[in-house]
């Protein structure tokens, strides 16, 4: 049987349905509440890496912060 683990805020639709669907396939994960318990740097890199994906790809392109910030922009690294 494979541990699902799911970094959940109970305020964000997206999450709330994921953790819905997770319960549905007859799982019950173990949720990490990441605003009261934010990962700390090294499980952070150990996450990324697990997933096999870039930090970029984390980012959510859609919001204020990341139009201000620039971090889309290919000089800032």
Request: a negative charge; hydrophobic letters at 30%.
């Amino acid at each position: 049987m494979t541990n699902i683990t799911i970094y959940h805020n109970p305020a964000c639709g997206t999450s709330r349905n994921t953790l819905e669907m997770i319960r549905n396939s007859g799982t019950e994960p173990e949720i990490i509440l990441y605003l009261e318990n934010p990962p700390s740097r090294d499980e952070l890199i150990k996450l990324i890496a697990d997933m096999g994906i870039s930090v970029r790809a984390l980012l959510r392109t859609n919001v204020e912060p990341y139009e201000q910030l620039g971090p889309g922009r290919r000089d800032i690294h």
